[in-house]
């Protein structure tokens, strides 16, 4: 995983009591065009993608890359997580370097209010710290999107600061698998 270092990609599927987090596969290309042409899910990235216009560009094996994980429900995709590096034109860093983690997350509007998206980042997380353990992890979600903002309160994010972004006020976040002493 050269976006995020000396990580090997993909990592064995990971197992939670439910879910199971993998890389994405050919019959998950219907699952992503869904996800991306959603209007509940586009609310607060920017809106919908035209079907069409996905159609045409998903690839047969869509989103296989280094950092993407697929949620998987018995045996069907609900969503994916990425953990990415956060691009340093952007604002919010909590390192000098602008070296951080990014945590994104999307779901299917079937699989929302279940619990899966704790479930499925803290998974993706613990996997991260083992991984990487000194490397702090970031997430960004717009503060109207008080669904998210719960997500990233009860995955031990810790408010860094808020800014404008996108024309919508922005909570940024960081977690660290790192104790502190004392």
């Given at each position: 995983?050269?976006e995020?270092?000396p990580v090997?990609w993909p990592?064995?599927?990971i197992r939670?009591e439910r879910?199971?987090?993998?890389?994405?596969e050919a019959?998950?290309?219907?699952?992503f065009?869904?996800?991306?042409s959603?209007?509940?899910?586009?609310t607060?990235i920017?809106g919908?993608r035209p079907?069409?216009?996905?159609?045409?560009?998903?690839p047969e094996?869509?989103g296989?890359?280094p950092?993407?994980?697929?949620?998987?429900?018995?045996?069907?995709?609900?969503?994916?997580?990425?953990l990415d590096?956060r691009?340093?034109?952007?604002?919010?860093?909590?390192?000098?370097?602008?070296e951080?983690?990014e945590?994104?997350?999307?779901?299917?509007?079937?699989a929302?209010?279940?619990?899966?998206?704790?479930?499925?980042?803290a998974a993706a997380?613990?996997?991260?710290?083992?991984?990487?353990?000194t490397e702090p992890v970031?997430?960004?979600t717009?503060?109207?999107?008080a669904p998210?903002?719960r997500?990233a309160?009860?995955?031990?994010f810790?408010?860094v600061?808020r800014f404008?972004?996108?024309?919508?006020?922005?909570w940024?976040?960081v977690?660290?698998s790192v104790?502190p002493?004392?």
């Amino acid at each position: 995983m050269t976006e995020l270092g000396p990580v090997a990609w993909p990592p064995a599927p990971i197992r939670t009591e439910r879910l199971v987090l993998r890389e994405p596969e050919a019959r998950d290309r219907a699952a992503f065009i869904e996800l991306f042409s959603s209007p509940e899910v586009g609310t607060y990235i920017g809106g919908p993608r035209p079907r069409d216009e996905l159609e045409r560009a998903v690839p047969e094996v869509p989103g296989r890359r280094p950092g993407l994980f697929v949620i998987d429900l018995d045996g069907a995709m609900i969503g994916m997580i990425t953990l990415d590096r956060r691009d340093a034109e952007r604002p919010g860093h909590v390192r000098p370097d602008a070296e951080e983690a990014e945590l994104g997350y999307m779901f299917l509007p079937e699989a929302w209010g279940c619990g899966y998206a704790a479930e499925a980042c803290a998974a993706a997380l613990d996997w991260f710290a083992d991984a990487l353990p000194t490397e702090p992890v970031v997430l960004c979600t717009r503060t109207a999107n008080a669904p998210s903002m719960r997500l990233a309160a009860k995955l031990g994010f810790t408010e860094v600061e808020r800014f404008e972004e996108y024309g919508a006020e922005q909570w940024f976040g960081v977690w660290s698998s790192v104790t502190p002493s004392g």
